[in-house]
């Protein structure tokens, strides 16, 4: 397992991380957009709650970012996060677009100029690609959706990958040190994902979302592993639900072709 720092250039609005190892992936790219960037709520959402004037300044601030990274805003797949396990394939013409509007909280495909997105804001964002059949993809995984990095590597597999194919980076997401949590989903974790997904600080239970995907991956046989160990809540340069309340930033987690 490799053990991945968040280190963005000087005055950059995104982390750029490396499939696993980097092997075989040097034309792929995962990167999260920083809390400098700002909000980059998938506007769709904004616009089903009924405002249209956030969903602009979204999408105008997306805009630049896709503008400094030099990529084409249709190039971009997206779905409506549900804090589910629901995997999209991105698929077809249109399906970058289509798949706007369909649930779930993971996207794959085969398409070389697609870029897969999620947003986060201490949930995890997930970035795996397959060697044997050039698929990639990410996933949004918080406590509820823990489980859908499961998802996706059996639906890779299904499509003819084995373990030694996938490569898997872990992003940065709330950490064990700040995700404190009741009992019951102390003991549920603990039951699913085993002694790494949980601690106790004081005789308090927290969660560890880094460790229950790393026990998917090994339990799944995938050896190429990257993590990136930063907490949202404790990074300044990173944006946290818990830590900034309601006027915190979605953050774009996306993985394709882009410069580096």
Do not use: K
Not at 185 to 191: E, G, I
């Amino acid at each position: 397992m490799l053990e991945l720092p968040l280190a963005p250039e000087e005055g950059a609005p995104v982390a750029l991380f490396p499939l696993g190892s980097g092997a075989c992936f040097a034309d792929l790219r995962a990167g999260l957009s920083l809390r400098s960037a700002g909000d980059l709520c998938h506007p769709e959402r904004h616009i089903a709650h009924g405002d249209p004037a956030a969903a602009q300044a979204c999408a105008q601030r997306r805009s630049r970012l896709l503008h400094d990274l030099e990529l084409e805003e249709e190039r971009l797949a997206y779905c409506r996060q549900v804090h589910s396990r629901a995997v999209v394939w991105v698929e077809g013409d249109d399906a970058h677009r289509d798949c706007r509007l369909r649930e779930g909280d993971g996207l794959l495909t085969r398409r070389r100029e697609a870029i897969c997105c999620v947003t986060v804001a201490d949930c995890l964002p997930i970035f795996v690609a397959d060697r044997r059949t050039g698929s990639f993809g990410v996933l949004h995984s918080g406590w509820r959706g823990t489980g859908i990095l499961a998802t996706a590597l059996e639906m890779l597999r299904g499509g003819g990958a084995l373990p030694a194919d996938l490569a898997v980076t872990l992003g940065p997401g709330i950490g064990s040190c700040c995700y404190a949590v009741d009992e019951e989903r102390f003991a549920r974790f603990l039951r699913v994902f085993g002694e790494g997904s949980v601690r106790r600080r004081q005789g308090r239970p927290f969660l560890d979302l880094q460790g229950a995907n790393l026990e998917i991956l090994r339990r799944a046989g995938v050896e190429d592993v990257a993590v990136v160990r930063s907490c949202t809540v404790c990074t300044p340069a990173l944006a946290s639900f818990r830590r900034d309340g309601p006027s915190f930033a979605h953050m774009l987690a996306f993985v394709g072709r882009v410069r580096s």
